[in-house]
């Protein structure tokens, strides 16, 4: 469900399990998300914030192969160049994440902009929305 006056969507998982028991066992989730992330001049503001990070990254990146090349094993030795390695990783994974989301997201709003009548999955997309 998508409302258009606030940009959120609300997908909805709605399930009835049919135990061997006999019986039914409802489930469901509702996940109110903005899958849609650049829309205001405050949302393309967010995305230069999130170019100024990737840079910064790049950056954190650049200056840590550095200090292996000179450093070779005993880099690791200290706990705090493990730490930087460990959120350079954390960095990557949120930013292929954010990457992956948005052309997901595209794709699929395309899909179903050009067929209405199929069904667009969004469960995927909505719970790594609302726990990222």
């Not at 990146?61 to 390695?85: A, P, Q, T």
């Not at 902009?113 to 719970?127: M, N």
Request: a negative charge; proline letters at 2%.
């Amino acid at each position: 469900v998508y409302n258009a006056n606030i940009n959120l969507f609300c997908v909805v998982k709605l399930v009835f399990e049919l135990p061997a028991t006999g019986g039914v066992v409802p489930s469901w989730t509702f996940r109110t998300v903005k899958l849609l992330r650049y829309v205001t001049g405050f949302d393309y503001f967010i995305m230069a914030c999130e170019f100024i990070f990737i840079f910064f990254i790049l950056y954190y990146i650049i200056e840590e192969c550095i200090e292996i090349r000179m450093l070779k094993c005993s880099y690791f030795n200290s706990l705090s160049n493990v730490l930087d390695v460990t959120v350079i990783l954390l960095a990557l994974v949120c930013i292929g994440f954010s990457i992956y989301s948005t052309l997901t997201i595209s794709d699929t709003l395309e899909k179903m902009l050009r067929d209405p009548t199929k069904f667009a999955d969004f469960e995927f997309l909505g719970y790594g929305q609302a726990h990222y």
